[in-house]
């Protein structure tokens, strides 16, 4: 006799893969080309300059970006409503987790919407990216989000929303793994859990230095990490 799949398990699996492979995949790429921002101006330009020329990178960012993380956020958001937490009867770690997990995704729904809205396409009215998007402003990227990152409420709620994906991807990793059932023995879980959590944490400092980064020459870390950066591309004149 054939299993029938209810609608709901195939929009939460559906959901699953949404935020672990294309959205992961995105964040994760996010940081990197953020932290370029620890080389200055001039590397960070050309990293978005190079995401600008992917060819079609409408369609990417339709198909592969705004469409997942429409459904993503929209259902998570309604599994949300539908949850009954539990913590303060059962106060083990991972109904305390399974609340973060709940919160921070509905945070992301607005901090993202937020995030897009002003840095890619401009459209927040009183801040320093209105009518100037980082998007089809390569060359002048570094110096659009470093003028955003000084007021230190923007700088602070994107701290915020770095702590949160990072936390939301880690974690989603983790009940990923263990609802396709790649992780089965509880010491395993216990293991990848401990993982993920450092994952998240790692994930955390990585984006908050780049954040920083557009604000204080490389970040949090000592200028002497970025010198070998600047130096990159640059010609000594012959004697």
């Known amino acids: 006799m054939a299993i029938k799949f209810s609608n709901t398990f195939l929009l939460r699996k559906l959901h699953q893969l949404t935020g672990i492979v294309p959205l992961g995949a995105f964040f994760l790429v996010h940081m990197y080309t953020n932290s370029a921002a620890m080389g200055g101006a001039r590397v960070f330009n050309e990293h978005v300059k190079g995401i600008h020329d992917i060819p079609y990178l409408i369609f990417v960012e339709i198909f592969g970006i705004f469409i997942p993380l429409l459904f993503h956020s929209i259902y998570g958001v309604i599994i949300s409503a539908e949850a009954k937490p539990n913590a303060l009867s059962y106060s083990y770690s991972r109904n305390w987790f399974y609340i973060f997990q709940r919160v921070t995704g509905i945070f992301l729904f607005f901090f993202i919407f937020f995030h897009v809205l002003n840095l890619r396409f401009g459209l927040i009215p009183g ?5 100037n998007p980082v998007a089809g ?18 700088l602070f709620f994107y701290f915020l929303g770095v702590i949160a994906t990072a936390w939301h991807l880690a974690y989603g990793f983790w009940l990923f793994a263990v609802d396709w059932g790649i992780l089965i023995g509880e010491k395993a879980q216990r293991l990848s859990l401990y993982a993920c959590i450092g994952l998240a944490v790692f994930l955390s400092a990585v984006g908050i230095n780049a954040a920083v980064a557009f604000v204080n020459k490389c970040g949090l870390l000592p200028d002497s990490f970025c010198e070998e950066v600047e130096k990159q591309g640059v010609v000594e004149p012959k004697g």
């Not at 801040?127 to 009518?131: A, D, W």
């Not at 402003?137 to 955003?148: K, L, P, Y």
């Open 137 to 154: 402003n390569a060359d002048n990227a570094f110096s659009i989000v470093s003028a955003e990152f000084q007021n230190a409420g923007i």
């Open 127 to 131: 801040l320093e990216s209105y009518g």
